[in-house]
């Protein structure tokens, strides 16, 4: 679930929440900026990395429930002085008292989240009588007002450079020297992380309690509709077939296959049709190495040439773990995927700075 999901939820089951976002990070900070933490009178949902920082985030921002705070302000920690974190650098939070007139601008938002488009959330770091607007800004639209005209067509400029210039995370502008009433400008890309775990055997269960604590989505596919555990992680869709090649085929560009299933000849079918398509992030098959000699006599006895310079095979073994435990090869395997996703994201120019834009000045 995103942090836009968990707010609404938050926000439809109590009335009133604090969304906490890193503002700035200089230094070696626990989290980079953009992460977030929504806090209710009796939950935390997501991190803003833990320790003393988030143990004194969260009770300000209870404080703030208590209060009935609405509108932005800003707490900055030198950790290593102020919290006696050795990391050593400095974040600042920031902290908004949210109600339910706050899905104005939520909904926007998860509407750009669900289809992938980059988008902005621009926030007025104050408490007056503006301080719950919001604008949501993508590259050719825009919802919301800041209040002001100028304020308004000031912020979009800045919220769409950042996005032309494929920054994500957050950052805080000031329009005035003084720095009265900055900006946030939080930049989210939600990044499909689209996985398909094939075999519901004791490696597929291991491998899909990992991936339920990464931003993956999950479809967990098997022809046993009998093995599936009874509860499974939010973001996993269990999918009983007998057909599991259609999955294959029906899968998005760019998704992750992982292929752990009990039956070798059900792990070539799903290989060969794997092999049609060039379009694939990542395929893993588990098995040993004798396996992969022998599926590869068969796939280039159907014409596969090279079969796998495109199959990971041994899966897991980029990570320098030899346990064979079903615990420890999901760990394995798991890491593995994140490697190839972050090599994904570096080939797509996707950068993940903390880059503080220059104030602006007004003309």
Not at 319 to 334: D, E, M, Q, T, W
Request: neutral net charge; aromatic residues 6%.
């Amino acid at each position: 679930m995103s942090w836009i999901d968990a707010l609404a939820a938050a926000l439809a089951r109590d009335g009133n929440a604090v969304l906490v976002v890193v503002a700035t990070a200089k230094g070696s900070t626990p989290r980079e900026t953009g992460a977030t933490m929504v806090v209710t009178r009796d939950a935390c949902i997501g991190s803003i990395g833990g320790g003393h920082l988030e143990y004194e985030a969260t009770r300000i921002a209870r404080e703030a429930l208590g209060g009935k705070m609405r509108g932005t302000f800003v707490v900055r920690y030198p950790l290593a002085a102020s919290l006696g974190q050795c990391c050593g650098g400095v974040a600042t939070l920031a902290f908004s008292g949210l109600d339910r007139q706050a899905m104005a601008w939520i909904e926007p938002a998860q509407g750009c989240a669900r289809t992938g488009l980059p988008f902005a959330i621009v926030t007025r770091v104050a408490r007056d009588e503006h301080a719950a607007n919001r604008l949501v800004v993508t590259a050719d639209d825009v919802r919301g007002t800041l209040g002001d005209v100028t304020l308004d067509s000031d912020a979009i400029g800045v919220a769409r450079a950042r996005l032309a210039a494929a920054h994500d995370g957050a950052a805080l502008v000031a329009f005035q020297q003084d720095a009265a009433t900055p900006l946030l400008v939080h930049v989210e890309r939600f990044v499909a992380f689209p996985v398909l775990v094939f075999g519901n055997g004791h490696v597929g269960r291991a491998l899909v309690d990992v991936l339920g604590v990464v931003p993956a989505q999950v479809r967990w596919i098997d022809p046993r509709a009998g093995d599936f555990p009874l509860h499974v992680p939010d973001n996993v869709e269990v999918v009983a077939t007998d057909a599991p090649d259609d999955e294959i085929v029906d899968a998005p560009p760019g998704a992750f296959v992982v292929i752990t299933t009990h039956s070798h000849a059900l792990d070539l079918a799903l290989v060969e049709a794997a092999l049609a398509r060039d379009d694939w992030a990542y395929v893993g098959l588990i098995g040993s190495k004798s396996k992969r000699a022998q599926f590869e006599r068969k796939l280039v006895a159907r014409g596969f040439s090279d079969p796998f310079a495109r199959i990971r095979c041994p899966i897991g073994t980029t990570v320098a773990i030899r346990g064979k435990h079903p615990g420890a090869i999901a760990v394995a395997i798991a890491a593995e995927l994140l490697v190839a996703r972050e090599a994904c994201a570096r080939r797509t120019n996707a950068p993940h700075g903390i880059e503080l834009i220059p104030k602006l000045k007004r003309s």
